[in-house]
């Protein structure tokens, strides 16, 4: 990285998702000159997918990595510069900020847009991160119509399982949660809209102790907490783990505005966070879509947020510089 040592970029991409390679083409597009800094997992949780059928333009489907790879290449093809590199430390006290990338190049930065997503919390079971993507999933949204009139099973009790056990009733013949404890943590309204659900069926006091299959999900071993019996389901075809996620934005704890869990917060309808030239998109401040559509689409507003910043400030500094001559 010894090219880009000590040089001022208007835009820095941190993240290299639907998010990050969208505000790089927006940006590109622009004649900003981003620069994507594409982070531990370049191409975001995508890279794992296999089958993507919702995103448009895409009317046959197309595998999760090769959709990121069209991104990256519409991206560079407008002048956005894509580099393997993790931002590891960020000055925040001045613009324009200083990063330091890879703990030892430092460069400094106009605006930043923050796209650094979220990882799915998992199980942490060999079994479950050998199949994932492979029947394996932690997004019944983007994978729920794959498992038409077939079992599927879901582990976890909060609103976002319940929410996901109900999505995935439209497609599979039966829905089994497995929750570790005798009751649900999800709201009231959630539980009784499950409760009330015929296709869905619960397994109380127990957790998946072994997804079975070699290359793909041909069922699941339970093991009740209290008992501990273990049960085998051998018509389960789908496991879909909803146990939370966890926003990748560690870097900024402490200096920009996050709600509990760690979400970016932003200002209204902007991608503008607490700090002049710094925004925010995608998962690293969505907690509610999650989709690949709806992160390109922050990404696509975070380009444009950041080119009237730029377009303001620049106006300002110059008036500024003639007032002083």
């Given amino acids: ?40 997992e370049p191409g975001g949780q995508l890279m794992q997918t296999t089958d993507v059928e919702n995103f448009p333009g895409y009317p046959d489907g197309v595998m999760g990595p090769k959709m990121m790879e069209d991104f990256r290449e519409q991206a560079t093809r407008f002048g956005a510069d894509c580099r393997y590199g993790y931002v590891t430390d960020i000055d925040f006290s001045k613009r324009p900020y200083k990063l330091t990338v890879d703990e030892e190049t430092e460069i400094h930065a106009k605006t930043i847009i923050i796209s650094t997503g979220a990882s799915a919390k998992w199980l942490n079971l060999p079994s479950e991160q050998r199949l994932r993507g492979k029947g394996v999933s932690a997004c019944a949204t983007c994978d729920g ?11 976890g009790g909060g609103d976002t399982a319940m929410e996901e056990a109900l999505f995935l009733t439209k497609f599979a013949s039966k829905v089994s949660v497995i929750h570790r404890r005798e009751e649900l943590r999800a709201s009231k309204a959630m539980q009784k809209r499950a409760f009330d659900n015929d296709k869905i069926e619960f397994i109380w006091n127990s957790e998946l102790q072994e997804v079975l299959g070699d290359k793909v999900v041909e069922g699941v071993k339970v093991k009740n907490r209290n008992t501990g019996e273990i049960t085998t389901l051998d018509d389960v075809t789908g496991v879909f783990v909803a146990i939370g996620h966890k926003p990748n934005t560690d870097l900024f704890k402490g200096v920009l505005t996050m709600d509990e869990v760690g979400y970016i917060q932003t200002k209204g309808q902007s991608t503008e966070t607490d700090l002049p030239g710094i925004f925010a998109s995608g998962d690293a401040m969505d907690p509610i879509y999650r989709q690949a559509v709806t992160a390109a689409g922050t990404g696509c507003r975070a380009a444009l947020d950041a080119e009237r910043f730029l377009a303001d400030h620049e106006s300002e500094e110059a008036i500024a510089q003639q007032h002083w001559k």
């Avoid at 390679?21 to 620069?35: G, V």
């Fill in 145 to 155: 119509a794959f498992f038409r009139n077939e079992h599927v099973v879901i582990v």
């Fill in 1 to 40: 990285m010894e090219d880009i040592q000590g040089k001022t970029f208007d835009v820095v991409i941190v993240g290299s998702g639907p998010a990050g390679l969208t505000a790089a083409l927006y940006a590109a597009r622009a004649d900003l000159n981003p620069i994507v800094f594409e982070g531990p």
